[in-house]
């Protein structure tokens, strides 16, 4: 049966409670997929957003798969800036952080799976890469996570810490340990950032900043 995608954030935000059997997340998984083909450009799709509060999820990037009652056993690789969409938020891209090798286990499946790019080929390794990016966003899904949540936040470029500052050596400069601050010329100053020492961004002259 074809449901309708919720898209409501705040339905979405509650854990899926277990399948009592792998029968019942099977039922489940087939109106899953029925709905993520529906969709036309879908390539996951978990319970709760058609409206089925139980940890079942599909996904069909290289071939169709079905996840009842998913766990992730490990994780390898992290990697930041990942374009994700999600069929309840149209037309929306969030960057976020996840991992190139995962280990899966699932109540349908006999053994553990490792998911992520195993092949020389360069167009189907980034299909399996796909492929273990929306399977942890499906899970995710069924714990009440959401791209959003996922969403990489690019550390601030802080000067002095994990930027160069590029200071004439005889350019005096304040720097602070949080509890001290000293006014030294930059040639004394810069060693002392390694000792836990910062640069007092305000005092940085105007033609270095």
């Known amino acids: 049966m074809i449901r309708t995608i919720i898209q409501e954030d ?4 509650h854990k899926c409670e277990p399948c009592e059997s792998v029968q019942e997340g099977e039922k489940i998984a087939k109106d899953l997929l029925e709905t993520l083909t529906a969709s036309g450009n879908g390539i996951g799709l978990a319970a709760n957003q058609i409206g089925i ?3 079942v999820c599909v996904v069909n990037v290289t071939e169709p798969l079905v996840f009842v009652n998913p766990r992730i056993k490990s994780s390898e690789q ?3 800036g990942v374009p994700e969409g ?3 938020y149209p037309n929306k891209v969030v960057k976020t952080k996840r991992w190139r090798m995962i280990t899966v286990e699932a109540d349908n499946w006999e053994e553990p799976m490792v998911f992520g790019p195993t092949s ?3 167009e189907t390794a980034q299909d399996e890469f796909l492929e273990a990016v929306c399977i942890q ?9 959401t791209m959003h949540d996922r969403k990489f936040a690019p ?3 802080v000067r002095g810490k994990n930027a160069p500052i590029k200071i004439g050596r005889n350019v005096k400069i ?3 340990n949080g509890t001290e601050t000293k006014l030294l010329k930059w040639k004394k100053a810069e060693p002392m950032l390694s000792e836990g020492w910062s640069v007092v961004e305000e005092s940085i002259p105007e033609n270095v900043r």
């Open 10 to 13: 705040s339905k979405l935000k």
């Open 53 to 55: 509060n139980k940890r």
């Open 78 to 80: 992290e990697v930041v």
């Open 86 to 88: 999600c069929l309840s």
């Open 120 to 122: 020389d080929d360069e």
């Open 137 to 145: 966003h499906e899970i995710d899904h069924l714990d009440g996570i």
């Open 155 to 157: 550390e601030p470029i």
């Open 174 to 176: 304040e720097i602070t």
